[in-house]
């Protein structure tokens, strides 16, 4: 399962941190990744990262956005987020993939908007 949460309001220019916590697998030997979905657009790639911690940002986040995982007992995924912009208003969600396994979290909200 995945559970993800620190979603909310924040004024452009500012920051948010979303976390989400994997439990019932193995979580160190998957990659992981955070998405997110505007109102009327699909989903969209925000940044992966794999099991030896390399990462992989997508054009619009890249320099304002850092991706992180704790694979100690804590088996949390972190997305630092920073310099928000307004277009960055979407439900964010957490995804862990192995080969055909992949498990997604519920979606948090994050809204950008003075």
């Known amino acids: 399962q995945l559970q993800a949460f620190g979603g909310g309001l924040v004024q452009p220019g500012g920051s948010l941190r979303l976390s989400c916590a994997a439990s019932?697998?193995?979580?160190?030997?998957?990659?992981m990744s955070w998405l997110r979905q505007a109102p009327g657009k699909g989903l969209e790639s925000v940044a992966d990262?794999?099991?030896?911690?390399?990462?992989?940002y997508y054009d619009s986040v890249k320099g304002r956005f850092t991706i992180s995982r704790d694979n100690s007992k804590d088996n949390i995924l972190v997305l630092q987020m920073n310099t928000l912009r307004p277009e960055d208003t979407a439900v964010y969600y957490c995804?862990?993939?192995?080969?055909?396994?992949?498990?997604w979290g519920q979606g948090t909200q994050v809204t950008v908007s003075s």
């Open positions: 995804n862990a993939q192995r080969g055909n396994l992949n498990y």
């Open positions: 019932g697998f193995r979580f160190s030997q998957y990659a």
């Open positions: 990262i794999i099991n030896d911690d390399r990462t992989r």
